[in-house]
């Protein structure tokens, strides 16, 4: 066996992320860490790769035991992690960012000239092409993961670890990065990939290894078990798809006539017209970069319209304030819950009552009570089931799913008219997904409206009652629940036209 | 109704004694240091810190000299920590206070009115003063990005030599000293801060400050500005998108900043010298031992009162020291800087991480 964990305990303060796990891995096998959120699955690869100090356990490689105390004796020992976030700087070319830390070294300097030939060496020896050139600022996602893998593979790594790699992919490259794992695995390199997505499991790895809340519940060969199997052992229940009910649809909550923003002369909205009435949830389907982030930033107050209008609940909102769209009856749950849906210092009220502490549930005279959002937080945590200690902890010792799950608590829980949910279920369990579209779904039947972005196809159609595809800031077509299909959508999402279909 | 009497375990005590924690450490990292320099120097550092607890704990008199010269420390203290904890890094308080001194003292010794017109005026004029001093800084970054440090930095010179400007031409006490001085008169004996006893140097300025101190709290920790501002220390973007409008925190932060720094040398005026005495608010170095305090105690405003007391008692236990040993008075400026050091490191570390986490943060998405 070639690395092996024996043991594993971690807790902090009172809570027990790894509970006596064990985790063995061979060369050249790619491993699967599957399980909810909160399982501890990061925890468990902050301990392999030195980030965590584990409370209690062993860790062997080729049979002797090691004693890893940071990333960087981690590295020394052939085991290299793909961040989360990515480390890189932004204005360092990518060679830079590869080499940094271990330059070649030159005679007086480093030596650059070497720094770049064993980039692209490298990039050619694992197909991975990538211009050493090319500052990092402005490089799309995939590019950026690419550069963070070829940064560890300069490492000289043997054990690669994945920690949700995909969630902030599109699927072209999510094919792209299996591809790259199955190939790194053929050259002898072991994978630890963790993911919620089961499809991507059953396509890559060999073995997969599922926890629930801190230990280890089950360890299968991928070739004798299926998705089914996998998301029981997951969750321990079995998820069953819902028929959608039908909901009477009222009154329009949202709309925007001829919404156009030009930035630098660029044209990033092209009058974009779209409404959503009450009782319906409007889906915007379409590769991520097309023009949805700054339509939701428009909508919200958070950037002006060159031309159009907004208009919610029959007033114009256009080119006014957060605060101001937000007391007419909008909520929004942003895209990337770390930088625009949490402060991670905060603690849990604090995070929960963001955006809504003005009101008079929560403060008069300019005084905020406390309890009361100390209370509404616990009922947030309660009914949206975030695994979490208590109010008073920080958002950053949440796992990732809990976090996203107690943002979306937050602007649900308001019961804005009109909700505009961005990626609602970007790194969340199997279970919690489903929670989540429920949530949605009940909102729905609460008569509310609600508008759905995501780079998930399959999540756009499951949801949606109308589909809007946006390609380079203009809307190309619109379908119903009825009308809608897989084909014609994601045909439209690549530039397609509606009259070629 | 029942009352409950809370048993308190060591936990919760500990959890209330939370805010005190890196102030002592910080002191603790200065003395032992200060000790090391005694060693080397040869003096028994034991006997040396025993004369200075006495110098600046040991007596009635030694406690109110030390309490007298925590009062603007405190303050600017308070003052600091309001800006600091939303993100706004300015380091003017010393111009702010001398500003407000200033005004304060004018309004005090001019204003031809009945002596509470006269004192609520003068307060009140000489605080705004130095707020709306700030407020100069917040508009310099609001419209030109002008760094606040550096532009509260550049503050703290221009308000200094205006108000001497002011005082030479136009406010010099003639009569005393033939105007060799650069002071001016004396504020009317009816409105001054009252003495708790007349051999002592405390005033009731101190428990003025102590009121403020917890004012303070109350304004970090249950008021809606309290939450808005904290956040915005905590992540603008997440503001941005929660509706709080960045721009009028700092605006707010930076006034009651100022007001609070120029409370300091209004305190000054009315408890210390009595008038505005040109130079006075610099070499006391009140508002950057109160930065000091802030620094160390997190921004928390009761670890502020807390360690600028200890603060205060070093530079007056100091002053024993060299009284009756032959350490040199030096060795409290000493302790000062062990204790800037200490927190300088802490800075750097702070800001070494936060630049990892923006390296982070320009990345969209990840868990
Ligand atoms: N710094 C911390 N302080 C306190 N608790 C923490 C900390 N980090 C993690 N935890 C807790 O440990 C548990 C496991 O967290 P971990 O991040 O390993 O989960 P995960 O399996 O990666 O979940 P997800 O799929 O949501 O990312 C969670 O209950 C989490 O709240
Ligand atoms: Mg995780």
Redesign the interface.
């Given at each position: 066996m070639f690395l092996k964990m024996e043991h594993i305990y971690k807790n902090y303060g009172d809570i027990l992320a790894n509970k006596d796990v064990d985790l063995d891995l061979k060369k050249g096998e790619i491993l699967a860490l599957v399980g909810e959120n909160g399982a501890g699955k990061?925890t468990l690869m902050k301990v392999l790769y030195g980030l965590e100090e584990a409370t209690s356990g062993k860790i062997f490689l080729n049979g002797e035991e090691v004693y890893i105390n940071g990333p960087s004796s981690a590295i020394k020992l052939g085991i290299g992690m793909v961040q989360?976030?990515?480390?890189?700087?932004?204005s360092f070319t990518v060679t830079e960012n590869i080499v940094y830390g271990r330059e070649p070294k030159g005679k007086l300097f480093f030596d650059m000239a070497k720094a770049r030939q064993d980039v692209i060496d490298l990039g050619k020896k694992y197909d991975l092409p990538l211009d050493p050139d090319a500052v990092i600022e402005g490089m799309p996602?995939g590019l950026?993961q690419r550069v963070e893998i070829l940064k560890v593979l300069y490492q000289n790594t043997d054990i690669i670890i994945f920690?949700?790699p995909t969630?902030?992919l599109t699927p072209q490259e999510v094919t792209e990065l299996l591809k790259t794992m199955k190939n790194l695995s053929k050259m002898g390199k072991s994978i630890i990939l963790i993911t919620h997505k089961l499809n991507e499991v059953m396509e890559v790895a060999d073995r997969t290894l599922v926890m629930r809340s801190g230990e280890k519940v089950g360890e299968l060969m991928i070739k004798d078990t299926n998705i089914k199997e996998l998301s029981y052992l997951m969750v321990g229940r079995h998820i069953v798809d819902k028929q959608v009910e039908k909901v009477e649809t009222g009154e329009t909550v949202f709309e925007s006539i001829d919404l156009t923003l030009t930035d630098n002369k660029v044209s990033v909205l092209d009058n974009v017209n779209i409404h959503v009435k009450r009782g319906e949830i409007v889906g915007i389907a379409g590769v991520s970069g097309n023009g949805q982030t700054e339509l939701v930033e428009t909508i919200?107050g958070?950037k002006n319209c060159t031309s159009g209008k907004v208009i919610v609940n029959g007033e114009d909102v256009t080119n006014t304030?957060?605060?101001n769209v937000?007391n007419k009856g909008v909520a929004?749950v942003?895209?990337?819950r770390?930088?625009?849906?949490?402060?991670?210092?905060?603690t849990l009220t604090?995070n929960s009552?963001?955006?809504f502490?003005?009101k008079d549930e929560f403060?008069k005279n300019?005084?905020?009570d406390?309890k009361v959002a100390s209370q509404f937080t616990d009922e947030l945590i309660e009914e949206f089931k975030v695994v979490a200690k208590n109010n008073k902890q920080t958002m950053s010792s949440l796992s990732?799913?809990n976090s996203q799950k107690l943002i979306i608590a937050r602007e649900i829980s308001q019961h804005s008219s009109f909700l505009i949910v961005s990626e609602p279920t970007?790194?969340v369990d199997i279970g919690a997904m489903e929670f989540i579209h429920n949530k949605l779904f009940e909102k729905r039947a609460n008569k509310d409206g609600i508008l759905l972005i995501s780079s998930e196809l399959t999540e756009i159609l499951k949801l949606s009652d109308r589909v809007y595809v946006m390609y380079e800031g203009e809307v190309k077509g619109e379908f119903t629940r009825e009308t809608a299909n897989e084909e014609e959508i994601g045909f439209l999402m690549l530039g397609g036209n509606k009259d070629e279909v | 109704m029942k009352f409950k009497i809370k048993k308190m375990n060591y936990k919760q005590i500990l959890k209330y004694l939370k805010p005190l924690e890196q102030p002592i450490v910080a002191i603790s990292f200065a003395l032992v240091i200060g000790a090391i320099a005694m060693l080397l120097a040869k003096s028994n550092p034991l006997v040396v810190y025993g004369y200075m607890l006495k110098g600046a704990f040991g007596s009635k008199f030694y406690l109110s000299t030390t309490l007298a010269k925590a009062t603007p420390i405190i303050l600017a203290g308070l003052g600091a920590s309001i800006a600091w904890r939303s993100n706004c890094f300015g380091i003017g308080g010393e111009g702010q206070m001398i500003v407000g001194a200033f005004v304060a003292a004018i309004i005090a010794i001019y204003l031809p009115a009945p002596m509470w017109i006269k004192f609520v005026s003068s307060i009140v004029g000489g605080v705004v003063a130095g707020g709306g001093y700030s407020l100069i800084s917040a508009y310099l970054f609001d419209k030109f990005q002008m760094s606040l440090s550096i532009s509260t930095l550049m503050m703290n010179y221009a308000g200094r030599f205006i108000v001497l400007y002011f005082i030479v031409n136009f406010f010099l006490d003639t009569s005393s000293t033939g105007g060799k001085l650069q002071q001016t008169y004396k504020i009317p004996e009816e409105i001054r801060f009252p003495r708790l006893n007349e051999d002592y140097a405390l005033t009731i300025g101190f428990f003025i400050a102590v009121a403020v101190v917890i004012l303070v709290w109350f304004l970090m920790n249950?008021?809606?500005?309290?939450?808005e501002s904290?956040?915005v220390g905590?992540?603008l973007?997440?503001?941005?998108?929660?509706?709080i409008?960045a721009k009028k925190i700092m605006y707010l932060s930076l006034f009651i900043s100022g007001v609070l720094s120029a409370f300091a040398g209004v305190s000054e005026v009315y408890g210390t010298y009595f008038r505005y005495v040109s130079g006075s608010l610099v070499s006391g170095r009140s508002a950057w031992i109160g930065l000091n305090a802030a620094l160390i105690s997190a921004y928390n405003p009761i670890g502020v009162l807390v360690s600028s007391i200890i603060l205060a008692g070093i530079q007056t236990g100091g002053s024993a020291i060299s009284r009756f040993t032959t350490v040199p008075l030096e060795i409290s400026q000493i302790l000062q800087g062990c204790i800037t050091l200490f927190i300088s490191a802490k800075i750097v570390i702070k800001w070494r991480r936060k630049n990892?986490n923006s390296?982070?943060?320009?990345?969209?998405?990840?868990?």
């Open positions: 990061s989360q976030h990515f480390m890189l700087f932004n996602v950026r920690d949700e969630a902030v919200f958070l304030s957060v605060m937000r929004l942003p895209e990337d770390n930088v625009h849906g949490s402060a991670a210092l905060g604090e009552i963001m955006g502490y003005h403060s300019g005084i905020i406390y990732g799913g970007r790194g | 249950k008021t809606k500005y309290g939450y904290k956040m905590y992540n973007e997440f503001c941005r998108f929660g509706g409008k990892t390296k982070k943060l320009n990345v969209k998405g990840g868990m």
